[in-house]
């Protein structure tokens, strides 16, 4: 049986069937990472003695009835910003190069208590600042479509490795489009949910009031049996929402009659790369076919979304990485003279650069004299564009944007202008500021073969209308294969 053209579900359905065992399908996980992630680099740590005395475990438990989910069985991928009890947790970051936490996150117990197996640890841009998987402290990750391009960020590996078949799901979290813009530049679907439906319990913290773990997966029905595992009220959380609506699989009903879409004009405008902008209007054509109705109108608020993100994004990132001191836990510099020292050298030599770049912005944002006219006026920002969703939401059911403005750069382009790459972020970072849901399904390849992504975000807890939006555009579209030539996919 040929396990790679297999989603999750059908490959949980078959374990279930007992066409293939846990075993099987983990020893074939295995096979792909050492076949390919010497080159892709999609894993930071992988856990195959763990992985193969835990699948006995989930095949007995499905065996005698402990284990009914529709994913048990199923390989998963971690992305290195969740702590796992008794595996280390780096952040992909030197000042955590040691860090070993002694408890789970709570999407971690989730996980096991649903039977699925997890097989590592993914690579990721230090802390989540980034939006290339090349900031990390232990090398890049590469595209697995064309591994002389980037798999985007900073998610990359977990999307790097499904997208490579070296994983059937991932976790991944999304800060300002760090999931759905890999999954654009990997050609996998992605979901970021409303801010609160999972637990950050475990996540280690780059901006806690946008952060938000969520699916990376094949396609959209595994993304949303993965995030029905992962949802739910955890009282050690203090956002986590109470939501009864978490049933995600059913609004999946291929049909999109009646719903309206909203598309914003200045989503369009320059900047757009012009084969990004062919498959978009292509997605907006299918839509209409099937029955939808598509219209496009002003978001006046597009061009101060990056400042007030980044802003945010920036000062809530200052504050919480000043508990990594070479005190408590983490990286120590072996050589200092005194206390204060000690911070500056350990901090200095733990932290790369673009994570040194964005606590001095911001420090500098939060500091006296300044927090007025940057910080404060940025919330006041979010709040302007909040209520500008919340009009566009009165009239549409999903809007529709691209998931980023180009497909996936050449290695090295991007870290050489770093606004520049602030700037690819556009279409995702208000998605996180307002706490919405937002999924990246692919829609097609550019000329030189690499994936191009639709984003379609819904209203805070409409998950099910994207889901149901994109799985129809899904079904209409039809499966999408590797590309003919080049990367090693094909």
């Known amino acids: 049986m040929d ?59 499905i065996e005698d009835g402990t284990y009914t989910g529709p994913l048990a069985g199923v390989p998963v991928a971690v992305k290195d910003n969740i702590c796992i009890k008794g595996k280390t947790t780096t952040c992909a970051s030197k000042i955590l190069e040691n860090f070993v936490p002694q408890y789970n996150a709570e999407v971690i117990d989730r996980l096991e208590k649903a039977g699925l197996v997890i097989v590592g640890k993914t690579n990721m841009d230090e802390f989540a600042m980034g939006s290339t998987t090349e900031t990390s402290a232990y090398g890049i990750t590469r595209n697995p479509w064309n591994p002389g391009h980037v798999p985007g960020g900073s998610s990359g590996g977990s999307c790097a490795a499904v997208a490579a078949g070296e994983a059937y799901l991932a976790l991944g979290s999304d800060t300002g489009g760090s999931i759905r813009q890999p999954s654009s530049f990997c050609g996998v679907t992605g979901i970021k949910p409303t801010y609160g439906t999972v637990s950050r319990y475990g996540l280690v913290a780059y901006a806690s009031s946008l952060d938000q773990i969520g699916p990376v997966g094949k396609d959209v029905a595994d993304c949303a049996a993965l995030l029905e595992i992962i949802a739910g009220h955890d009282p050690k959380d203090s956002t986590s929402m109470e939501r009864e609506d978490l049933d995600f699989g059913s609004s999946m009903t291929g049909k999109v009659m009646g719903m309206k879409f909203g598309v914003p004009k200045e989503y369009l405008s320059e900047g757009l790369d012009p084969e990004v902008k062919a498959a978009f209007m292509e997605v907006l054509k299918n839509l209409t076919q099937q029955g939808a109705i598509v219209e496009f109108f002003s978001m006046k608020t597009t061009e101060y979304m990056i400042p007030a993100y980044y802003i945010i994004a920036s000062a809530e990132a200052s504050s919480n990485l000043e508990r990594f001191d070479g005190v408590k836990y983490g990286y120590r510099a072996p050589e200092y003279e005194g206390l204060h020292d000690m911070y500056k050298r350990t901090r200095t030599e733990g932290f790369g650069e673009e994570v040194k770049r964005r606590i001095m912005l911001g420090s500098f944002v939060l500091s006296s004299g300044y927090y007025d006219a940057y910080y404060l006026k940025a919330l006041k920002t979010k709040a302007l564009i909040k209520q500008e969703f919340d009009r566009a939401f009165a009239d549409y059911d999903v809007l529709l944007a691209p998931a980023a403005p180009y497909t996936a750069p050449k290695i090295g382009e991007s870290l050489k202008d770093p606004l520049a790459m602030y700037l690819g972020d556009i279409y995702t970072v208000a998605v996180n500021l307002c706490g919405l849901p937002g999924i990246t399904v692919p829609c097609g390849f550019d000329r030189a073969g690499l994936p191009i992504g639709i ?36």
């Open 3 to 61: 396990l790679s053209t297999l989603t999750a579900l059908e490959l949980a359905k078959k374990i279930k069937q007992r066409q293939i065992t846990v075993l099987d399908a983990v020893k074939y996980t295995f096979d792909m990472i050492e076949k390919k992630d010497a080159r892709i680099h999609a894993y930071l740590d992988t856990y195959k003695k763990d992985a193969f005395a835990r699948a006995k475990q989930v095949q007995k438990g």
């Open 455 to 490: 984003q379609m975000i819904g209203d805070c807890f409409m998950e099910k209308k994207i889901l149901r939006a994109a799985h129809a555009y899904e079904s209409a579209r039809g499966s999408i294969k590797a590309p003919e030539k080049g990367g090693i996919l094909a």
